[in-house]
């Protein structure tokens, strides 16, 4: 094997191999939707996640007494009451089910961008080659660093505002509302193409919020760890100053931008129960 097989890769090849993606094309996605593509990195740790939240969530309710609480049906008990209070406040109706499941969204979209803490050489540099799988290939951790996670999740949002929006109004209420509001019956081609740019823009900036956020949170990891690379007195301290800043900062937007992600989930929600 030469030399320049075994040379280090340059900055721009380190940052680009752990920005691809493990999915069943050997080519760069280009296109904004391409459902011939599928990132099994995403599923796997989306799908991982959603798992241990069920699980956690099962623990708490399993573990639930009606004596001294212990810490962790405690911290349960405090995000389960501020998801409900948040619920009844923004959604005028039964929130039965909207709760809930603003619950799992907070806690699922929590425990996937928390995957951002995990060392970013930890699978290409000592996982993979301890389990005898090519060090070489893409892996990416994080789904909520990947757009088609984030806007999966928001079509999802999506599908449940459309279902209640048609619940709560009825068919014939939701389709008048779509073609008589805000501006009145006469304006109904404007009144339609604002509703429909509104819904796509709500869509869309759902996800795409979160994906910025965490992509860029997980470019600046990437980075700073190119910094401790150097092997300089100034790269070694700038690695662990700046890695450690912006780990503790990380922490916040971690949990802030799943906190934002429920709070718009349920805004959403509470908009699809009123009329215009």
Known sequence: MSATEHAAPTA????????GHLSNSHEQ???????????????FW?????????LLMYMAARKASAGVPGRFQSAVEMLVEMVDNQAKSIVHGNTSFIAPMALTVFVWVAL???????????????????LGIDSGIHHRVVPTA?????????????????????KIKGAG???????????????????????????????FS??????????????LFLLIALL?????????????FAGSIWAIFHILIVFLQAFIFMMLTLVYMGQAHEAH
């Open 112 to 130: 996937m961008n928390s995957l951002d803490f995990l060392p970013v050489d930890l699978f290409s540099q000592w996982i993979f080659p301890a």
């Open 29 to 43: 996605q280009v296109a904004l939707v391409d459902m011939s593509i599928l990132n099994y990195d995403t599923l």
């Open 173 to 203: 209420g939701f389709v008048k509302e779509l073609f008589s509001a805000p501006f009145g019956p006469m304006m109904f081609p404007a009144n339609l193409a604002l509703n429909l740019v509104e819904y796509a823009a709500k869509t």
């Open 146 to 166: 990947d757009l088609n996670g984030t806007l999966g999740i928001s079509v999802g949002i999506f599908a449940l505002m459309m279902y209640y929006s048609v």
């Open 228 to 240: 401790g690379s150097t092997a300089t007195v100034f790269g070694g301290i700038g690695h662990l």
């Open 46 to 54: 989306s799908i991982a996640c959603g798992v241990i939240g069920s």
């Open 12 to 19: 721009s090849e380190y940052i680009s191999h752990h920005l």
């Open 206 to 219: 759902l996800g795409m919020r979160l994906f910025g956020n965490m992509f860029a949170g997980e470019l």
